[in-house]
């Protein structure tokens, strides 16, 4: 089974300090996803990496930043959070398939408070 | 731009009626459309995904959609619901770009009453 997980389920941080998200996933899948969840909009994309060290924005990026040094590994970072940013995160990944075709496999979520 | 539309913010059916979930969506070429469900506490897993060729697509926990490109829509249905089947139900819209990126609606809240 394909495993994505996330290093912590809850967290809550204050307004301003730096915060990462870890994500991490076992089968060798080249793309990894970043989304951000709230009622009522549903799942927005944050970033996404296409491989080791590319990334692309996705449709919120602002406030955010990503880091993927190792396949297996990416990394979403609040430089410096706001309550704004108060929300669920969501790591996805997926293999590299043709037009789009594969599933992405979740994590379970980080629950994120900023106070 | 491509963009995913499901009207029923909640919708609550008794356990053993039948279920309709509605997706609508806005897309110029052919689109590769799925349905997630993501049960509380818990992240998202698929139900079922359509590609090409047969329009009724089957998927795990007794779920099926349509795909109607006159109508724009992927509606996910089941027979007989169960209580277990409470939970969030997305749709979503894969493009043909690079990263296989998705597409989400905002989601559906399926409340099942016994």
């Known amino acids: 089974d394909v495993k994505v997980t996330q290093s912590s389920r809850y967290l809550v941080k204050r307004t301003g300090e730096k915060v990462f998200l870890e994500c991490v996933q076992d089968m060798d899948h080249e793309n990894m996803f970043w989304y951000r969840q709230d009622p009522g909009l549903g799942l927005r994309l944050i970033y996404f990496s296409y491989d080791v060290k590319m990334k692309e924005k996705g449709d919120i990026p602002e406030g955010y930043s990503v880091s993927r040094e190792k396949k297996e590994r990416f990394s979403l970072i609040l430089e410096s959070a706001s309550t704004n940013q108060t929300s669920m995160y969501l790591c996805?990944?997926?293999?590299?398939?043709?037009?789009?075709?594969?599933?992405?496999?979740f994590g379970p979520g980080t629950r994120l408070t900023v106070l | 731009a491509q963009s995913v539309t499901q009207p029923d913010i909640h919708i609550t059916v008794s356990e053993g009626a039948s279920l309709e979930l509605r997706c609508n969506y806005s897309?110029?070429?052919?689109?590769?459309l799925f349905w997630y469900v993501q049960s509380p506490g818990q992240g998202l897993q698929l139900l079922l995904k359509y590609f090409s060729g047969d329009t009724l697509v089957q998927g795990i926990k007794g779920f099926e959609a349509e795909f109607k490109r006159s109508q724009s829509s992927f509606n996910l249905r089941k027979p007989s619901v169960h209580w277990s089947d409470a939970a969030e139900y997305f749709c979503a819209v894969g493009p043909m770009e690079y990263g296989n990126k998705l597409v989400f609606g905002a989601g559906t809240i399926l409340r099942v009453k016994s």
């Open positions: 996805a990944s997926s293999p590299a398939g043709s037009g789009g075709t594969d599933t992405q496999y």
């Open positions: 897309y110029g070429a052919t689109p590769y």
